[in-house]
C-alpha cells in the first residue's frame, strides 16, 4: 500500500483488501452504510466490493444513471429523498463507488444533506483516482454550465484500487489519461513525458505514474484548498474544456478528459501569444494531444455558443475572463486575462 496525506484525511492507494478500509468502517459499524453507483459500476464494481467486505452486506445501494448529463440537481434530489426514505442519519456512511461524477455528486449529496453526512470516494475510474476524487471540490452542473452548483467537502478518506480499471472502456483511460498530461504540463516535464509514452500502453496503466499524478493533484490542493491563489493551476484547459464539455454534452458527449485534452491544446496555443510558450513546445503538445484526441468541427455557431459560455467561468473577476497558462512545460501561471476575441482565434485556429 501506499499513503497520501491530503488535507485531513489519507488516501490510500494499492488493493481494497489490504488497505485499512474494514478498519474505517468498524468506526460505522453501528451505522447505516448507503453505496453509490452508476449503471457501470453496479454491474462492474459493486459485487467485489460488497462480496469482499461483509461489513456491507446490509448496506442500502442507490442505483445513478451514467454519464455527465446525469450530474443534475434534479439526480441528487431523487437521492435526497431515497436517504430520508431510508431513514439516513447524520452519523451514517455515503461510500461513493464511481468514476468522477459519482464522486462529484455524491460528495455533493452528502455534504447538503442534514447539513453533511460523512462520506468516502472508492473511485473506479483513471480520471477519478488521478484527479476527481481528491481534492474537497464536489458538486453537480446546472443544464450545460459544469460544476455551477456546489460546495468543497472533504471525504473522510479515498481508496484507490487499480484492480476496478479492468472493465474500464478504453476512451474513458484515454479521458483520465488527459488529466494525467495535465499533471506533467503543470508541474513537471519529465512527468509529461512519461504520461504521454503511457498513451501507447492503455491497457496497463503504470502504478507509479498514476502515483505521481495523485501526488502532484495533492500537493497543489493541500497548498491551497479553497483555490484562491495556485490550486487555480489544476485548471489549466479547463476554462477552455469546461465550455466544449457543456456545448457537446446531449450531442457529441465528449469525455471529461478528451474534452480537457481540447482545451489544454486551444490554451497551449494561447500561450504561445501570451505567456511565450516556445513554439517548439507548443509543438510538442499538439503532437501528443492530436494524435488521440479528435477535434470536434467548430462551424461559426458553435464558436460563438462557447465564447459566449465563457462568461460564466467560475474563475471570472470583475467581468474578465482568467485563465491558466503554461509558459513552459512543466510551469503554469494563473488569473490570466484572456479576451473573447483571443478565445475566438484560439478556436477559429483549429475549425479545420
Ligand atoms: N472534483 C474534482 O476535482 C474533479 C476533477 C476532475 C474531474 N472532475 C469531474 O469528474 C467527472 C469525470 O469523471 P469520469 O471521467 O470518471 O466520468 P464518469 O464518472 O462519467 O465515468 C466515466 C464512465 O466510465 C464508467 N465507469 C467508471 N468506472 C468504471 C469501471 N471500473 N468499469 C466500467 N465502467 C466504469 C462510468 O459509468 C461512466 O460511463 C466530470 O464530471 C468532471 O467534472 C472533478
Not at 457501470?40 to 460488497?50: D, F, K, P, Q
Amino acid at each position: 500500500m501506499k499513503y497520501i496525506d491530503a488535507i485531513d484525511y489519507k488516501v490510500e492507494v494499492g488493493g481494497l483488501p489490504q488497505s485499512s478500509f474494514s478498519d474505517y468502517l468498524a468506526q460505522y459499524d453501528k451505522s447505516n452504510k448507503v453505496i453509490l453507483v452508476d449503471e457501470n459500476t453496479h454491474e462492474h464494481c459493486l459485487s467485489y466490493l460488497i462480496t469482499t467486505f461483509e461489513e456491507l452486506a446490509q448496506a442500502e445501494v442507490i442505483l445513478l444513471p451514467e454519464g455527465e448529463d446525469n450530474k443534475q440537481l434534479e439526480i441528487a434530489f431523487g437521492v435526497w429523498e431515497a436517504l430520508t426514505e431510508y431513514r439516513i442519519g447524520r452519523h451514517d456512511l455515503i461510500i461513493n463507488l464511481g468514476g468522477g461524477v459519482i464522486t462529484d455528486m455524491g460528495g455533493f449529496i452528502a455534504s447538503c444533506y442534514k447539513r453533511g453526512v460523512d462520506f468516502i470516494n472508492i473511485p473506479t475510474s483513471l480520471l477519478a483516482m488521478v484527479d476527481a476524487s481528491i481534492g474537497g471540490k464536489t458538486g453537480v452542473n446546472l443544464g450545460a454550465f459544469k460544476n455551477q452548483i456546489g460546495v468543497f467537502s472533504n471525504p473522510k478518506a479515498v481508496y484507490v484500487d487499480t484492480s476496478f480499471l479492468s472493465t474500464l472502456p478504453e476512451l474513458e483511460v484515454l479521458s483520465g489519461i488527459a488529466e494525467m498530461l495535465k499533471h506533467g504540463l503543470i508541474s513537471d516535464a519529465d512527468l509529461f513525458s512519461r504520461v504521454a509514452e503511457q498513451i501507447n500502453n492503455v491497457k496497463s496503466i503504470d502504478s507509479d505514474l498514476l502515483f505521481a499524478c495523485i501526488e502532484v493533484k495533492n500537493r497543489v490542493v493541500v497548498q491551497d484548498p479553497l483555490e484562491s491563489g495556485v490550486r487555480k493551476t489544476l485548471n489549466f484547459g479547463h476554462t477552455i474544456g469546461h465550455v466544449i464539455e457543456g456545448h457537446y454534452m446531449n450531442t457529441l458527449k465528449l469525455s471529461h478528459g478528451h474534452s480537457i485534452a481540447i482545451g489544454m491544446l486551444l490554451e497551449a496555443f494561447l500561450s504561445v501569444e501570451l505567456a511565450s510558450l516556445s513554439q517548439e513546445e507548443y509543438l510538442a503538445i499538439h503532437h501528443v494531444i492530436t494524435a488521440v484526441y479528435e477535434i470536434p468541427l467548430f462551424t461559426p455557431a458553435d464558436i460563438m455558443a462557447m465564447v459566449d459560455m465563457l462568461d460564466n467561468d467560475k474563475k471570472n473577476k470583475g467581468g474578465k475572463i482568467l485563465s491558466c497558462l503554461i509558459p513552459k512545460i512543466g510551469k503554469c501561471t494563473f488569473d490570466i486575462e484572456v479576451n473573447k476575441d483571443l478565445f475566438t482565434r484560439a478556436f477559429k485556429a483549429f475549425q479545420s
